[in-house]
């Protein structure tokens, strides 16, 4: 019985993200837009490079988590009907979805910048002091702060707080979420390496990666949806 809404996770995160792939695009406009601002100043030295690296990046970034994110929670908390709607209606559907990315950027914005930079200062920290394997663990205690930040519109630090509790209050069953989505983007990345050579492989391996990506997030929303942790 303890894996049985696991696994209901899993298949309703499945159907969630096939019927919303548009979750995807997101992601790779980001990459795209981040392309062009990064590469003028990849061979230029000086304050120009330090200045983009240190606040523009990291402003893009939760510019993008914060849309991306309210896409995420708009998805979970009216999930489409899938089978039942026709195909017209349900492309209409998921479509509909990318317009909650704007909103999500106005409202959530801030908090996102300042946990992105709290998450980072704390993460080198424990890089630093403590080593790999503890860093690893951070990362797995706070896997949930993002998404409840979003959820329920906290600050960063209650957010990696409730984290922390989601995690402990249920170590088994949000370990197998995180090394499950852990091992989909590893094996990405692992696939990647190998076709290195095709372009058209590496663009089908980075639609995987990013498709990774989103399984896993769709995971962790929809595991605090289900056992209440919003």
Not at 53 to 60: I, S
Not at 71 to 92: I, N, Q, W, Y
Request: hydrophobic letters at 55%.
């Amino acid at each position: 019985m303890l894996y049985r809404p696991v696994n209901d996770i899993f298949s309703q995160s499945f159907k969630l993200v096939k019927y919303n792939l548009v979750l995807l695009l997101p992601f790779f406009l980001f990459l795209l837009v981040a392309g062009f601002i990064l590469l003028p100043i990849s061979n230029i030295s000086g304050p120009p490079p330090v200045f983009y690296a240190l606040f523009v990046v990291p402003a893009l970034f939760s510019v993008f988590l914060s849309g991306w994110l309210n896409m995420f929670k708009k998805c979970t908390e009216e999930p489409p009907s899938g089978e039942t709607l026709p195909p017209d209606k349900r492309t209409e559907d998921s479509l509909l979805l990318f317009r909650e990315f704007f909103p999500g950027v106005g409202k959530y914005f801030i908090k996102i910048a300042l946990g992105v930079l709290i998450y980072s200062i704390l993460f080198d920290l424990f890089m630093l002091m403590t080593g790999p394997v503890f860093t690893v663990l951070f990362v797995y205690v706070t896997m949930f702060w993002m998404q409840l930040l979003v959820m329920r519109d906290i600050l960063p630090l209650r957010a990696m707080v409730q984290s922390f509790k989601a995690v402990t209050g249920s170590p088994v069953s949000t370990f197998i979420i995180f090394i499950s989505g852990i091992s989909l983007m590893a094996l990405a990345v692992f696939i990647n390496a190998a076709v290195s050579e095709n372009p058209l492989f590496r663009l089908l391996t980075l639609i995987l990666f990013v498709f990774a990506i989103v399984y896993y997030l769709m995971l962790t929303f929809l595991y605090i949806v289900k056992t209440g942790e919003e």
